[in-house]
């Protein structure tokens, strides 16, 4: 008994310097939050903060990396304000992502305005971020 005392000590101190196994990192099909998230922020910096950033930011919507959080996620649109920027109870229903893939139900033109779409890459991965924000 106290030699499989000993042994269950030694392992779990072995777990605990190597750290716990992440289930996400051998099938691949989960991206890591983080790394999505900072894609989001590096997509929006290229493409969005020029129109939306700094000190007066079109529709009130700061898409800087400090900020495009709290700017977005559960906020009511201005343009459309029976939907949220991102809905993180219908992320199918958020109005940014809406925006940025044309869909014909928004007000205006699609995002961004006065450059090209964002490629299908960039709205997969902000539309991939967006529904892991979603409610459980």
């Known amino acids: 008994m106290k030699h499989k005392m000993i042994c269950l000590i030694i392992f779990l101190g072995f777990l605990f310097v190597t750290g716990f196994p992440d289930a ?3 099938t691949g099909t989960v991206p890591d939050a983080n790394s999505q998230l900072e894609k989001v ?6 493409s969005c ?4 950033g700094g000190l007066k930011p079109d529709q009130e919507l700061n ?11 559960n906020v009511s649109s201005m343009e ?3 939907l949220k920027l991102i ?11 809406m925006k940025i893939k044309g869909d014909p139900n928004i007000v205006g033109k ?14 997969k ?6 529904m892991s924000l979603k409610e459980t």
Do not use: Q
């Open 24 to 26: 996400n990192t051998d």
């Open 41 to 46: 922020k590096a997509i929006f910096k290229k």
């Open 49 to 52: 903060t020029g129109c939306h």
């Open 63 to 73: 898409l800087e990396p400090a900020t495009m959080m709290s700017d977005t996620v």
């Open 80 to 82: 459309k304000t029976d």
């Open 87 to 97: 809905n993180t109870a219908d992320p199918s229903m958020s109005y940014l992502l």
């Open 110 to 123: 699609r995002m961004p305005k006065r450059k090209k779409p964002l490629a299908d890459e960039a709205i």
């Open 125 to 130: 991965t902000i539309e991939e971020w967006i």
